[in-house]
Structure formats: structure tokens, C-alpha cells
């Protein structure tokens, strides 16, 4: 696998490089989920995620793990498709577990450990982290993740949505 690491001046840097980023995050933005299917849908045999419209991400710096998971969970039990087609970093990277996620091979992927805003956290609170993000990736991204990534706290690890559709991630 090959990544790049970003640093916060948007300066790319080898992996061994020392990276910084800026501590500020937005806040996440929960997406409504209360649109209703049809009946003449339902009648077809259409699941509620076919009726919808995709979910497309094209700039998300990331959030609260717990939110997103939530999120995730809302966007699982739809069905919904999601489409990342832009920048995706931190939590938004936890989208690549849902079953119906396409990744444009223009997207760009940032990783890193679980921090508070850049500052690190327990290491109970790391570990249990560490693992619910790597639950939403696949092989060999969720190894890779656990090794190496999940160890980047300033900063963040670039990785190609070419890389992972070459690792098994469905192109849109």
C-alpha cells in the first residue's frame, strides 16, 4: 500500500515525515433520514434504500466517532447508498463499512488514530476506538489501519480512491 501523509500546511511529505494539522474540526452533520417509499415501491419488492437518492459526500474533515457511528448504523438500516466522491478524513472514513458505498477514484482518504482534536486519549479509550474504526474497513485497509495508521495523531495519512478500489472497494 502506498499513502502519503498531509500535513496541515497541505504539504505532502513522506511517510517517515513529521506532520502537524490543525486542531480545529467541524461539527458533523446528521443527514435526515425521514423520507418514506412509496406504497406502489413497496409493492415492487424496491428496498427503501433503491427509492432514495444517494448520499453523496464530497467534503467531510471527519466529527465525534460516537456520532458517526450512529450515522453509519441510521444509513445501514436504510439501505441507502453513499457515493464518496471528494475529500473524506477521520470518521467520515467510516462510510467504507456500509454494504452500498461506491468511492470515485478522484476521492481523497485521510486516516489517523482516535484523538481529541488532536490530542491523545486514554489508552483504553484509544484501543476501543482504534478498533470500531477498523470494523468499517476492509482487507488489507483494516490491517494496515491497526499497524500503522491508527498511530498518526497530528495529521493524517492520504490515501487514494484509486488505492482502495484496488483493494476491493466498488468504484462509482
Known amino acids: 500500500m502506498h499513502e502519503r501523509v498531509?500535513?496541515?500546511?497541505?504539504?505532502?511529505?513522506?511517510?517517515?515525515?513529521?506532520?502537524?494539522?490543525?486542531?480545529?474540526?467541524?461539527?458533523?452533520?446528521?443527514?435526515?433520514?425521514?423520507?418514506?417509499?412509496s406504497g406502489a415501491g413497496q409493492a415492487q419488492g424496491r428496498s427503501l434504500g433503491a427509492a432514495r437518492p444517494a448520499l453523496v459526500i464530497h467534503s467531510d474533515i471527519g466529527g465525534y466517532l460516537s456520532a458517526r457511528r450512529q450515522e453509519i448504523e441510521r444509513l445501514r438500516a436504510t439501505g441507502?447508498?453513499?457515493?464518496?466522491?471528494?475529500?473524506?478524513?477521520?470518521?467520515c472514513t467510516m462510510y467504507l463499512g456500509l454494504p452500498h458505498v461506491c468511492v470515485s477514484p478522484q476521492a481523497v482518504f485521510g486516516f489517523h488514530g482516535p484523538s481529541r482534536s488532536g490530542t491523545p486519549v486514554a489508552p483504553e479509550k484509544?484501543?476501543?476506538?482504534?478498533?470500531?474504526?477498523?470494523?468499517?474497513?476492509?482487507?488489507?485497509?483494516?490491517?494496515?489501519?491497526?499497524?500503522?495508521?491508527?498511530?498518526?495523531?497530528?495529521?493524517?495519512?492520504?490515501?487514494?480512491?484509486?488505492?482502495?478500489?484496488?483493494?476491493?472497494?466498488?468504484?462509482?
Open 6 to 37: 498531509r500535513s496541515g500546511s497541505g504539504q505532502l511529505r513522506g511517510i517517515a515525515g513529521v506532520v502537524t494539522r490543525g486542531l480545529a474540526l467541524i461539527a458533523v452533520a446528521i443527514i435526515g433520514l425521514a423520507s418514506v417509499m
Open 80 to 91: 441507502r447508498r453513499v457515493e464518496l466522491r471528494g475529500t473524506c478524513i477521520s470518521a
Open 126 to 172: 484509544f484501543e476501543y476506538w482504534s478498533r470500531e474504526m477498523a470494523r468499517s474497513y476492509r482487507e488489507p485497509l483494516k490491517s494496515w489501519y491497526m499497524t500503522t495508521g491508527r498511530y498518526m495523531i497530528r495529521g493524517y495519512f492520504e490515501i487514494s480512491g484509486t488505492q482502495l478500489i484496488a483493494m476491493g472497494y466498488h468504484a462509482c
